[in-house]
Nanobody, 125 residues
Framework: EVQLVESGGGLVQAGGSLRLSCATS?????????IGWFRQAPGKEREGVSS????????NYADSVKGRFTISSDNAKNTVYLQMNSLKPEDTAVYYC?????????????????WGRGTQVTVSS
């Protein structure tokens, strides 16, 4: 059974940093899958933030987070991380990780097959 569990969210002041973790099970990151991070703020659509395909290290970032967020994976731990620096109030959202079994590593949410339950990130001004 494929499972994804997010952790690392919390409350941080603008300019601060958080590192989110996505622990996966039911498959290995050595497979040609992709893991994506998405976020959804109240009243807004789900937005793709970043993705990674661990088999070749291909990454993808939304323009709104380029230069501030970094996605990485530890295949030995089957865990994907999202390091978020220089956080802004507009980064406030529930952050979800998801698995794309086709391995496209896009930022399109409906291309992902399995989802975690999310972790809240709140950035105060």
């Amino acid at each position: 059974e494929v499972q994804l569990v997010e952790s690392g969210g919390g409350l941080v002041q603008a300019g601060g940093s958080l590192r989110l973790s996505c622990a996966t099970s039911g498959f290995t990151l050595d497979d040609d899958y992709a893991i994506g991070w998405f976020r959804q703020a109240p009243g807004k659509e789900r937005e793709g933030v970043s993705s990674i395909r661990s088999s070749d290290g291909r990454t993808n970032y939304a323009d709104s987070v380029k230069g501030r967020f970094t996605i990485s994976s530890d295949n030995a731990k089957n865990t994907v991380y999202l390091q978020m620096n220089s956080l802004k109030p507009e980064d406030t959202a529930v952050y979800y990780c998801a698995a794309d079994l086709a391995g496209w590593a896009t930022l399109t949410w409906y291309e992902y097959d399995y989802w975690g339950r999310g972790t809240q990130v709140t950035v105060s001004s």
